[in-house]
């Protein structure tokens, strides 16, 4: 395994791009990963790894998720040449879920996924990029059973997961476990603590990211001609690279208040912070950098919505707690979309199967990871003061 030795050798990260992309070759037998793009943020990434302040066993994990990205990026790479076809094809105007995590974007997805007019990227098939397979096949895939292991196994751990984000291996996940393929991604900096490549991050253009998204939606959907539903939080912070891959989408961004939602991310962030730093997780510096990241990607999002009108539709957390099927009406309308019978039933069902849990309700403040109120109320103001909040 190149850094992980059996013996309790320390997993290092600084300059060891070559033994991961050596190891990920040696697991899926493929050597392509489509170009070098990769290699700058990667290597930046890795050498802040090192500083991370990771348990043994976080860095193990650390490793395990960078070499994870490695292969899906192999497996993707092949998948674009097995699929010359699929690679041509327009994506037309897809409908994407952004905003503030804790906002509601998870249960939008999950039941604008019951309308069977669109399709998504599911768990399994986010780690192992490849046209998908009649359903009735799934179980019998072994990629599908190696995610489903590994996914069960990180909710055995962290079972927070679970609980606030409803990850299951064979329901749609979120753009990001796609997007890191390019190793340019916000999944890094908020699970682990890489300053400098948090600050090289946010100076990039990631409209090659998307390019390259795109590309694994066409290989997913290479036999499924249904609209795309998407969705990724941190989209708000790249919007205008979106729209410069998909300059039709569709965009629906849920709001709250950042007094409640921040707190909430970071009480969702600090399990996966556990799993990897164990007891050594940072939480008050978790809350620092979620509070500024957030207040940069919620400002970037309406410079650009203001340039763009009408084409991202607001949505506030509120009113969908209180009125879910309502809500989706007003996004159908705005956007000119059906909504069947079929598919407000199959919505009203998962409503019912997966009721919120109380747990969720749960209330955090910035004093609870020693930040201020005041504080974030001054950070947030335009954005509290254009959503209604202040």
């Known amino acids: 395994m190149g850094t992980v030795a059996d013996a309790g050798e320390a997993v290092r990260f600084t300059g060891t791009r070559q033994e991961l992309c050596e190891e990920a070759s040696r697991r899926t037998g493929l050597t392509d990963f489509g170009g070098t793009d990769f290699h700058e943020p990667l290597d930046i990434l890795l050498n802040d790894l090192d500083g991370a302040g990771f348990s043994s066993g976080g860095a193990i994990g650390a490793r395990e998720c960078l070499l994870g990205f490695l292969t899906a990026r192999l497996r993707a790479t092949d998948g674009f040449k097995r699929q010359p076809e699929a690679m041509k094809r327009p994506i037309v105007r897809p409908l994407i879920v952004m905003g503030i995590v804790r906002s509601g974007t998870t249960a939008l997805h999950k039941l604008l996924s019951m309308d069977p007019q669109f399709q998504g990227a599911e768990h399994w098939l986010c780690t192992a990029p490849q046209p998908r397979p009649a359903r009735a096949e799934w179980e019998g895939n072994a990629d599908f059973q190696q995610a489903k292991a590994i996914l069960d196994a990180m909710i055995a ?99 709250r208040d950042p007094l409640q939602s921040i707190p909430s991310i970071v009480n969702l962030l600090a399990a996966a912070h556990r799993m990897f730093r164990g007891e050594n997780a940072d939480i008050p510096g978790i809350y620092a950098r979620e509070e500024e990241f957030w207040a940069l990607a919620l400002g970037r999002a309406d410079a650009i919505k203001d340039a763009h009108p009408g084409q991202v539709f607001d949505v506030q957390f509120g009113d969908f707690v209180k009125n879910q099927i309502g809500v989706v009406e007003q996004i159908y309308a705005h956007f000119g979309l059906k909504l069947s019978a079929e598919a407000e039933s199959a919505m009203r069902a998962w409503l019912e199967a997966n009721p919120r849990r109380s747990t969720t309700m749960q209330r955090f403040t910035p004093e609870d990871y020693g930040h201020s109120s005041e504080g974030l109320k001054e950070l947030y103001k335009a954005y509290r003061q254009r959503y209604g909040y202040a």
Do not use: C
């Not at 751990?157 to 190793?183: C, I, K, R």
């Not at 400098?196 to 390259?212: F, G, I, K, P």
């Open 157 to 255: 751990q962290a079972p927070e997961m679970l609980e606030d984000h409803g990850m299951a291996v064979d329901t749609v996940e979120e753009s990001l476990n796609l997007l890191p393929q390019s190793f340019r991604s916000n999944m890094f900096p908020s699970q682990f603590v890489v300053p400098n490549y948090d600050r090289w991050y946010r100076a990039q253009d990631d409209t090659a990211s998307y390019e390259r998204f795109a590309d694994n939606l066409r290989l997913i959907g290479a036999h499924d001609d249904r609209r795309w539903l998407l969705k990724n939080p941190t989209d708000a912070f790249s919007l205008q690279e979106v729209l410069n891959v998909f300059p039709d989408a569709m965009v629906v961004q849920t709001h």
